[in-house]
């Protein structure tokens, strides 16, 4: 056998550079996609880490995957916590998924790295964490589960410290909430945030 030497795999590329801009090969129809993303969206084990995901729901197969009704919310869009994962079971390789900042592997039937094309009803759950605590819930507990589908994922968003995790905990509390509905700690922290200051102007003389 002798091998084309001139063989290049991006002979199929397209070029996406401008009029008398130097030749850009993208690998991926730009006529149709947007990005590479979305067209590898039916090629899930090319999925890669940060890539974002919609949820569109369906079935799948429980003996192989987590549960995605029970965290994430129809339409909504996630981010990739990992590349593609490869499971192996009962003499087959699957395909899974994991999303960022929820534990669990998802059948990638059930999402697509496609942007839906069309009007959606995207699902919202309301408040789904009752009496929620002062810091955040702990990752992996029942509370802290709610909360990321009670937020759609957005309780832990990409490159944020714990300390600006719980910043958005409260913000989103005092919006998603009525006053007589905070729990006692939050009422607390409102009082304080809104009561007058106690600090005494100095001597004006001090600034001439």
């Known amino acids: 056998m002798v091998f084309i030497k001139s063989f290049n795999h991006k002979n199929t590329w397209t070029n996406e550079a401008e009029p008398n801009t130097p030749i850009r090969l993208v690998p991926f129809d730009k006529e149709k996609y947007f990005g ?4 590898l969206h039916d090629q899930p084990i090319t999925w890669r ?4 995901v919609f949820y569109l729901g369906g079935e799948y197969d429980e003996n192989l995957y987590d549960d995605p009704k029970d965290t994430l919310c129809q339409y909504q869009r996630y981010t990739l916590g990992s590349n593609a994962v490869l499971k192996y079971k009962n003499g087959k390789y699957y395909t899974a998924i994991e999303i960022h900042g929820i ?4 059948d990638p039937s059930c999402f697509t790295t496609d942007y839906l094309k069309e009007t959606v009803d995207v699902e919202t759950v309301g408040n789904l964490l009752k009496d929620p605590p002062e810091d955040v819930p702990e990752y992996g507990t029942p509370e802290y589960r709610q909360l990321f589908k009670e937020t759609a994922g957005n309780i832990a968003p990409l490159g944020v410290n714990p300390s600006m995790m719980q910043e958005n905990y409260v913000r989103h509390l005092k919006v998603t909430r009525k006053p ?5 700690w939050l009422k607390e922290l409102v009082e304080s945030e809104n009561a007058p200051s106690k600090a005494k102007l100095k001597n004006k003389d001090f600034f001439q």
């Open 36 to 39: 590479l993303p979305e067209s």
């Open 103 to 106: 534990d669990g592997q998802y």
């Open 49 to 52: 880490r940060n890539w974002v």
């Open 180 to 184: 007589e509905e905070y729990p006692q």
